[in-house]
């Protein structure tokens, strides 16, 4: 937990300090980040060619520099967290469709499809706006401890209940018992791992294997599936539009919603490639790899089949 103690005091001072000397900050991080340490540097270009082929070395370059400065502004962003105040995240991030957000949903429990794409992190002040009992915020643990209490403590501070990957089914199995009305936020644009692959869809040009948690969730609960369309205004300063992707009601073949999700993201990528996490190593699985290994996965194999003679 000792790590805990040495972060939390240090992010807690730098959200007090004047937003020009955070940018200060988030420069110096971006310089070490991309100059110094060069972190990740291979997997961002790597990532970024496989992505954008039709792009030249320069428009490739302008993209992976506008990423580490965006890297750098949403590491500080995270950290101020930690003492921002209520009047000023609501000024960080806004909401700009709300009433068609609750004409969407109705009263009912609905799942919010994240990605790691603008300031995430800063969606955790959507509680303060009451459109439902509470918001679940679905996160995958760390193995160190302290940085898991801090991420935890900075991610509750505005109402936002964050609730381990592995305890969600059952936490939205007791609410619902419960007649509870909940926003559940799910990040979706992670790697799955071994057994949590089952799902692969064609995204940014490659068959990209995804967590078919948000689809099942939707399923069995009956949810609504809204994606979060997110865009910088300007350092520091984001606004959100919902975007319903899947109604709660609608009969869908399996992996229609994680597709539907895959093609929106996909969508708001390409618009401003920088704001989205190409240090995340996204395609370190190969589909014909992973169907060699699982013979019997007939469905997938015949996407990727039909798909190669198109």
């Excluded at 643990?141 to 505005?158: M, N, T």
């Amino acid at each position: 937990m000792l790590s805990y103690y040495l972060i939390y005091p240090v992010a807690w001072c730098l959200g007090k300090l004047p937003y020009p000397v955070q940018l200060l900050f988030s420069d110096l991080v971006r310089w070490v980040l991309y100059g110094v340490v060069r972190y990740r540097r291979k997997v961002v270009r790597a990532n970024l060619q496989d992505s954008f082929p039709e792009k030249s070395r320069a428009e490739l370059r302008q993209i992976e520099q506008g990423f580490y400065k965006h890297l750098a502004d949403v590491f500080i962003e995270t950290l101020s967290l930690a003492s921002v105040s209520e009047r000023e995240i609501r000024r960080r991030m806004k909401y700009l469709n709300l009433d068609d957000l609750m004409r969407w949903t109705g009263g009912r429990s609905w799942i919010s499809a994240m990605a790691h794409y603008g300031s995430w992190e800063y969606t955790t002040n959507f509680d303060l706006y009451k459109t439902h009992d509470n918001a679940l915020a679905v996160y995958r643990p760390l193995s160190d401890k302290g940085a898991d209490r801090f991420y935890h403590r900075i991610r509750s501070r505005f109402g936002v209940i964050p609730v381990p990957m592995h305890e969600v089914g059952r936490e939205m199995v007791r609410r619902a018992r419960m007649g509870s009305h909940v926003t559940l936020a799910l990040i979706a644009d992670q790697t799955p791992a071994g057994p949590e692959i089952q799902n692969w869809t064609m995204f940014l040009g490659r068959w990209t294997p995804f967590f078919t948690g948000t689809e099942k969730m939707a399923l069995k609960f009956r949810m609504p599936v809204v994606f979060l369309d997110v865009r910088k205004v300007r350092r520091g300063y984001y606004e959100a539009r919902f975007d319903l992707l899947y109604d709660g009601e609608e009969q869908v073949e399996e992996g229609e919603i994680t597709r539907r999700y895959a093609e929106r993201l996909e969508r708001m990528i390409r618009q401003r490639p920088e704001l989205w996490m190409w240090s995340h190593r996204r395609w370190k699985h190969n589909v014909e790899d992973w169907l060699a290994q699982h013979p019997h996965a007939v469905k997938i194999a015949n996407q990727v089949q039909n798909a190669g003679r198109r």
